[in-house]
């Protein structure tokens, strides 16, 4: 496809159950980061995947994330024992690099809701 | 990842005046980048800035890298209805792949 897609783009379930996000990079880019944004706030970094190296997964919050990438390509977020908190949008972004001076490329984001 | 603080936070201003975000780091920066988020959109790639002193320019946008790259700004000259969002920057080049976005200040033009 063109752009990054991510899948689904709103999400609703119960405090408790288990959620997976999923997300398609551009064609190409070996870089895919997953960010959360909260409800007028900035964002926040979760974690980073580049080729085939380890993932940084320093910035999710708690062992009830994890993340994925399959084939150096799609990835998934999951997250089990959904709270309230994690009530967000979740972003992906991909670049063709893990370098830093390459432009992030954002899918639209799927809306978590925790009821 | 290098800090930045944006200001302002919150920018109200009527349709046709001029916009100014200013983001600003304790540390001397590498480069930097901007992002455009449209309300209920996604951050958009707006441009990178490298050099001491740069100025860009995209149509009514211009952007500015201080000399001493610890700040930078975006200026929206007549600002439309079309430029409601929300402005981050990110300093980048630091050998880091993680990107830091600023909190960002939130755009709105009154018609």
């Known amino acids: 496809g063109a752009g990054v897609s991510q899948s689904p783009s709103n999400k609703v379930t119960e405090k408790g159950k288990d959620v997976e996000l999923r997300c398609d990079p551009i064609s190409g880019h070996t870089a895919l980061y997953w960010y959360r944004q909260s409800l007028g706030q900035g964002l926040e970094f979760l974690i980073y995947f580049q080729g085939n190296s380890a993932p940084d997964k320093s910035g999710l919050p708690s062992d009830r994330f994890s993340a994925e990438r399959t084939g150096g390509s799609v990835s998934t977020l999951t997250i089990q024992r959904t709270q309230q908190e994690d009530s967000a949008v979740y972003l992906c972004a991909s670049s063709w690099t893990g370098a830093d001076n390459q432009p992030q490329h954002f899918g639209d984001g799927t809306r978590l809701s925790i009821l | 990842g290098q800090q930045v603080m944006q200001i302002p936070q919150y920018q109200h201003v009527q349709e046709g005046e001029d916009f100014t975000t200013y983001c600003n780091s304790s540390?001397?920066?590498?480069?930097i980048q901007w992002y455009k988020q449209r309300p209920g959109g996604h951050p958009v790639f707006l441009i990178q800035l490298v050099k001491s002193g740069e100025v860009k320019k995209q149509k009514r946008l211009t952007f500015q890298f201080g000399e001493a790259k610890k700040n930078s700004s975006l200026h929206i000259t007549a600002t439309q209805t079309t430029d409601v969002g929300t402005y981050f920057c990110?300093?980048?080049?630091?050998?880091?792949?993680?990107?830091?976005f600023g909190k960002g200040t939130k755009l709105s033009v009154i018609p």
């Open positions: 990110a300093p980048s080049g630091a050998g880091s792949y993680q990107l830091t």
């Open positions: 540390t001397t920066l590498s480069n």
